[in-house]
């Protein structure tokens, strides 16, 4: 937004001001800054409705089923983002199949909450797996291991919980464990995405004003000498 309203409006008044110098020859980064306000002024109408067609259609696309399953596979194999999903993913679900099974829910009908729950269509469709292997008498570890959604240590804590019969307190446990995990790694993108934008921030709003200054300091070389 930042650098639009400087193409927009700022870059504009300093053009206007270099046409009073005459002739003078502009550096060459200037030439550039003064091109790409003026590409961007000109095609602003184009430029607004390509980004209004791109969020419909991700919107559409999303409300779509095959869609959305795409988008949430994709997400899950996004580099540190995709594995922070999957942690949110199962802190909430371990989280929530330990309250409700701590409340007497039974088992299947709790799975069958959890899954639509999720907010990720993969993960729900892992769980729902997972409740119809259990509907048909087997362990909830081994599908959930075969899902290749959920972390092994998840998968085997899970089942030592099936094999003692403390199934909801393993779950707390690793719903413990997780939210402690998404805390950290929250924690350690804020403290790198800070100095990040900083960096990019200032070295695009700051090439722009050294290239729009840049006449101005030739100018004022040229009468000093």
Known sequence: VVVSVLLVFVIPIFESMFKEFGN?????????VIQISQGFKSNIIFIIIGVAAIIYA???LYQHKKGRVWVDTMSL???????????VAVARFSR??????????????????????????VIE???????????????????LEESGVFPSMVC?????GEATGAMDAMLNKIADFYD???????????SLMEPVMMVFLG????????????????????VGG
């Open 203 to 222: 070295t695009i709003i700051g090439g722009l004003v050294v290239a729009m200054y840049l006449p101005v300091f030739k100018l004022a070389g040229t």
């Open 96 to 121: 929530t199949l330990a309250t409700m099974l701590t409340s007497g829910v039974p088992i299947l009908e709790a799975l069958e909450i959890v899954g639509k729950s999720a907010g990720n269509k």
């Open 156 to 160: 085997q804590m899970i089942g030592v």
């Open 180 to 190: 402690e995990e998404v805390d950290s790694a929250v924690e350690a993108l804020t």
């Open 77 to 87: 194999k996004l580099p540190v983002f995709g594995d922070l999903l999957r942690k």
């Open 24 to 32: 003078a020859e502009l550096p060459a980064p200037t030439k550039i």
């Open 125 to 143: 469709a892992a769980i729902m797996g997972v409740r119809s292997s259990i509907s048909e008498g087997k362990t909830m570890a081994e599908p």
């Open 58 to 60: 991700a919107r559409r």
